[in-house]
């Protein structure tokens, strides 16, 4: 390959006139840097991020560790992350944890010294785990991770007032049998829309009897509750999926069973991902501005390694939550134009 040696030989100059002439310093004069440009082009020259960055102290990326990467929700998380980071002239090294402990530990270790900050996923952790093994002095932000006394700036998605908010609308259409395909028992965000639907049931519907099936965030795991339900002597009046890959899973088991939704069934979901406006009937959701909550994270992470300083270790940060909103379609059973 070609190196700056070779660029400074050819046009009669020192490597530090060269390096100059290619980071456009005006102290080289324009026919020298005109020059030693030409040189370059022809001997197809790639700048050497690792030299570079040598100088500069400075990788141009960001490291992103989610919890997968597969399905429409990370997608969006990722494109939302994509389009920020390319303004700013940023690369993206993105990473998944499966769920596992030593996952987390052994991406955020392979991302160390590759990146100029992190932006973290990780609702299977607790923040103080993060911390004690986030290198000293590497910038990270938090998104949708337990945040209990953190000092690490978090955008948190209000996971419990959504799931409150649909509860309450499930009630207010007539429905008091309303059963719900929770997500991992040990996931942070899983745990909130949990919550909220059981204090939504209680304050709205006392007699009610929570009705709670454990999956996992698939559509697969939605597909075998769908697959209970029909077997069921007296069915729910509605199903609450904690994610629309799940209500999407479950819709598919009832439909093949024959069963109409909403007609016999009502379903909704949580997230708006894009499918859940396309499939037949649309979904009612609550929508999570997925792609915002990546751009935002991203936007504050990289004020703060311009700053190049991160809150002090000892200063608790206040998270930032977002605010979802109830996306009303026909698989509730209300009519919509």
């Known amino acids: 390959m070609t190196t700056i040696r070779d660029i400074a030989r050819l046009a009669k100059v020192s490597i530090a006139t060269v390096s100059r002439a290619l980071n456009d310093d005006i102290k080289v004069r324009p026919e020298t840097?005109?020059?030693?440009?030409?040189?370059?082009?022809?001997?197809?020259?790639?700048?050497?991020?690792?030299?570079?960055?040598?100088?500069?102290?400075?990788?141009?990326?960001?490291?992103?560790?989610?919890?997968?990467?597969?399905?429409?929700?990370?997608?969006?998380?990722?494109?939302?992350?994509?389009?920020?980071?390319?303004?700013?002239?940023?690369?993206?090294?993105?990473?998944?944890?499966?769920g596992d402990v030593h996952e987390a530990e052994a991406a955020i270790k392979a991302m160390a010294g590759r990146v100029d900050g992190l932006l973290v996923m990780s609702p299977h952790l607790n923040s103080e785990f993060l911390t004690s093994k986030l290198p000293l002095g590497l910038p990270a932000v938090l998104m949708n991770t337990r945040i209990a006394d953190s000092s690490l700036p978090s955008f948190i998605v209000d996971n419990y007032g959504g799931a409150y908010s649909m509860v309450?609308?499930?009630?207010?259409?007539?429905?008091?049998?309303?059963?719900?395909?929770?997500?991992p028992e040990k996931n942070f965000?899983?745990?909130?829309?949990?919550?909220?639907?059981?204090?939504?049931?209680?304050?709205?519907?006392?007699?009610?009897?929570?009705q709670v099936w454990i999956g996992d965030f698939t559509e697969e795991s939605g597909w075998k509750?769908?697959?209970?339900?029909?077997?069921?002597?007296?069915?729910?009046?509605?199903?609450?999926?904690?994610?629309?890959?799940?209500?999407?899973?479950?819709?598919?088991?009832?439909?093949?069973?024959?069963?109409?939704?909403?007609?016999?069934?009502?379903?909704?979901?949580?997230?708006?991902?894009?499918?859940?406006?396309?499939?037949?009937?649309?979904?009612?959701?609550?929508?999570?501005?997925?792609?915002?909550?990546?751009?935002?994270?991203?936007q504050c992470l990289v004020s703060k390694i311009e700053e190049q300083q991160m809150t002090k270790s000892d200063e608790i940060v206040v998270p930032h939550i977002l605010r979802t909103e109830l996306v009303i379609r026909s698989s509730c059973g209300v009519k919509t134009r």
């Open 33 to 98: 840097a005109l020059k030693i440009k030409n040189i370059a082009a022809e001997l197809r020259f790639v700048p050497s991020n690792a030299a570079r960055s040598l100088i500069t102290r400075r990788t141009e990326t960001i490291g992103v560790l989610l919890p997968d990467l597969h399905g429409e929700f990370f997608s969006e998380l990722i494109r939302g992350i994509d389009q920020a980071a390319r303004g700013k002239a940023f690369h993206l090294l993105v990473s998944s944890s499966h």
């Open 168 to 183: 309450r609308h499930l009630v207010g259409q007539g429905h008091k049998n309303i059963a719900m395909i929770a997500g």
């Open 189 to 210: 965000e899983a745990q909130e829309r949990l919550r909220g639907y059981r204090d939504a049931l209680k304050d709205f519907v006392p007699k009610a009897k929570p």
């Open 225 to 298: 509750v769908g697959a209970q339900v029909i077997s069921m002597r007296v069915r729910p009046d509605a199903i609450f999926a904690a994610n629309d890959m799940m209500a999407i899973g479950c819709l598919s088991t009832l439909t093949d069973a024959g069963l109409k939704v909403p007609n016999d069934i009502a379903l909704v979901g949580y997230d708006d991902i894009p499918t859940s406006r396309f499939i037949s009937p649309p979904l009612t959701t609550v929508r999570v501005r997925i792609a915002e909550m990546g751009s935002l994270a991203f």
